[in-house]
């Protein structure tokens, strides 16, 4: 390669490394800024102001939100009204008449609330988990403190795959609810806050499946030496549950594309080019202290 030619790469190599610098200086910044607002935001909308949480109750925006959940095959076997208050149901009526649906058939409707005055809320483990995630995501973002420069690309990166994990891990646990065994919704801390009590032939799951919040009935049923059960659902659009998967879809978009930005020179500085640009630069440097 003649000098010129190296002359040219060099002066290529100078532009990307003003691209570099100004993205570390100035994009990384201002994608922190604005993510970091959206995280505290998404946060505050999953607190009660009577939670305990780092941020300050006084900070809690979630405002309590009366849900009818229904659905075209069950809704006359079974209604819901519940109120969602942060990641709590803090008050349910359920109605469950499954008469002849099941086996041996109910001639009865089970009628049923949260008994609201012992102050126990069923809670919605995939929207406290969400939060936590959002919370430690919240906590890489106040902890990338080092020197904006190119020298620390390789850090910024780091952080920026930290903290698009624990938004995608907040995410998934609205999208993707865990399967739970019968025996395991009979078993939990949840049920025992409903009065009168649930049969032991049935075991209620609330659950949050997008923005959407889903009930269902399990019912057990017997007939001569088999058994199984039959299980009836509704369900109710939530818009507050729609906006968070779209805080959350737009920062992982944020996050990536910056991400994505950095990593085009993360590549170029493993190459021969970038190498001489260093090297020709330290020469340069060298000489202009011997003047």
Not at 13 to 30: G, I, K, P, S, Y
Not at 43 to 50: E, M
Not at 164 to 193: F, Y
Not at 221 to 244: P, R, T
Request: proline share 3%; aromatic share 8%; hydrophobic share 35%.
């Amino acid at each position: 390669m003649d000098d010129e030619q190296q002359e040219e790469l060099i002066e290529e190599c100078n532009v990307l490394r003003r691209e570099l610098n100004d993205l570390m200086t100035n994009d990384f910044d201002r994608v922190l800024k604005e993510i970091n607002d959206i995280l505290k935001n998404s946060i505050r909308s999953l607190k009660r102001p009577d939670d305990s949480t780092d941020l300050t109750s006084s900070e809690a925006t979630a405002k309590p939100i009366l849900l009818s959940l229904t659905h075209p095959q069950n809704s006359e076997i079974l209604k819901c009204t519940v109120t969602l208050f942060g990641s709590d149901l803090t008050t349910a009526e359920v109605i469950y008449k499954a008469g002849t649906k099941v086996q041996p058939p109910m001639n009865a409707a089970f009628r049923t609330t949260i008994a609201t005055q012992q102050m126990k809320y069923w809670s919605l483990q995939q929207l406290h988990e969400c939060s936590q995630h959002l919370e430690r995501a919240l906590g890489y973002v106040a902890c990338a403190d080092f020197d904006r420069n190119i020298y620390q690309l390789h850090k910024a990166i780091q952080y920026l795959d930290l903290i698009i994990d624990s938004v995608n891990s907040a995410k998934d646990n609205i999208l993707l609810p865990k399967k739970k065994r019968i025996d395991d919704l009979r078993r939990s801390r949840n049920t025992t806050i409903f009065s009168p009590p649930i049969p032991e032939n049935m075991a209620f799951s609330f659950y949050v499946q997008g923005s959407k919040l889903s009930f269902a009935v399990y019912h057990t049923s017997v007939q001569g030496k088999s058994s199984g059960y039959f299980k009836h659902f509704i369900e109710a659009n939530v818009s507050v549950l729609a906006d968070l998967l779209n805080q959350l879809s737009y920062i992982l978009l944020q996050l990536q594309q910056l991400r994505d930005k950095l990593s085009v020179f993360d590549e170029y500085q493993d190459g021969s080019d970038w190498k001489l640009m260093e090297e020709k630069q330290k020469e340069t440097n060298t000489l202009m202290t011997m003047f």
